[in-house]
């Protein structure tokens, strides 16, 4: 699987922006980017996916660079129920054969904090 | 999104017993998804279990371990068994939806002593 790098942490205070970016220098032609987040004692949840486009939703947008090396997460004004970790996750919906088709691979994620 | 309610929610369970966790989605999803999450780490899948075939174990995973079972199109098990204080994890389970992403159940959180 292709692997992404974000950094550990990140701090923002509540009502700004947040960007948080993740770096797939790896990516093939194929695969999307999608984000999830783990709030605290709670399974990861959808954000956001997207494959060559910039991406909005009610919850976030998604930058994804041209050459789609890199991508950010953008969370237009922080509020403390978006303290979280955030993950960016490759995926191909290409791969087959029933065994790793679907599967996400989960890296260390970034931790958000946000300040009240 | 699809809607999973994982049972149980928690346990505490001596070390040597197994226990059975099970996860029912409201609706029929062809694959579900095992995973495990260790205290402060990410998660793991474990296994992709299909309905009508045996489940199919990443690297690090064996059936006797964690065997599964999937009799239908909404519903998975996933078994620990011989439980050892290593195996306290949270243990997720997952399904995929076309166009929104996948949906995690909120998982059970299993303690051995």
């Known amino acids: 699987d292709a692997k992404t790098t974000q950094p550990n942490s990140m701090e923002s205070n509540e009502e700004e922006p947040v960007h948080l970016p993740c770096n797939h220098s790896t990516i093939s032609g194929t695969d999307y980017i999608h984000w999830y987040r783990q709030l605290p004692s709670q399974g990861p949840e959808y954000v956001i996916h997207?494959?060559?486009s910039n991406v909005n939703n009610r919850m976030a947008s998604l930058a994804i660079a041209e050459d789609r090396k890199s991508s950010t997460l953008i969370l237009h004004r922080a509020t403390l129920r978006d303290a979280a970790v955030y993950y960016c996750i490759l995926r191909d919906p290409a791969l087959g054969g029933g065994t790793s088709y679907g599967k996400l691979t989960f890296g260390q994620g970034t931790i958000l904090t946000v300040h009240p | 999104s699809a809607v999973i309610s994982q049972k149980p929610s928690r346990d505490i369970c001596q070390r040597g017993t197994s226990l059975t966790i099970q996860c029912q989605v409201d609706s029929q999803v062809t694959m579900m998804f095992w995973y495990r999450q260790q205290p402060g780490q990410s998660l793991t899948l474990i296994a992709t279990a299909n309905q009508g075939s045996e489940a199919t174990y990443e690297s690090g995973f064996v059936i006797d371990k964690f065997p599964i079972s999937r009799p239908n199109l909404t519903f998975s098990t996933l078994t620990v068994s011989n439980m050892s204080p290593e195996d306290s994890s949270i243990y997720l389970c997952s399904v995929e939806r076309s166009g929104s992403g996948y949906t995690f159940g909120s998982g059970t959180r299993l303690t051995v002593v």
């Open positions: 997207g494959l060559t």
